[in-house]
Nanobody
């Protein structure tokens, strides 16, 4: 059974930092392209950042220069380092794994940026 388990969310003040982690089990992690999505209340889920099997990355324009995605294939983990957080970054953040037509999602972790 494939499982993606996110951690690291929480409440942070504007300008602060958080590091999200997603541990994958039950499959061969290294074959998947990994990504972080987020969904704010009343909004559609959107791509935040992605990383390919080879390590190439892409980011939403709204987080470029502030967020960094990375993966550790030895630990079956993908991370999202979030710096200079803004109130508009508040959302539930979801981990995503995709290989060809196969796709898995985590349960999500809440990130709240507020003073």
């Amino acid at each position: 059974q494939v499982q993606l388990v996110e951690s690291g969310g929480g409440l942070v003040q504007p300008g602060g930092s958080l590091r999200l982690s997603c541990v994958t089990s039950g499959t061969i992690f290294s074959i998947y392209a990994m990504a972080w999505y987020r969904q704010a209340p009343g909004k559609e889920r959107e791509l935040v950042a992605g990383i390919t099997r080879g390590g190439s990355t892409n980011y939403a324009d709204s987080v470029k220069g502030r967020f960094t995605i990375s993966r550790d294939n030895a630990k079956n983990t993908v991370n999202l380092q979030m710096n200079s957080l803004k109130p508009e970054d508040t959302a539930v953040y979801y981990c995503n794994a995709k290989y060809m037509t196969v796709e898995f999602w985590g349960q999500g972790t809440q990130v709240t940026v507020s003073s």
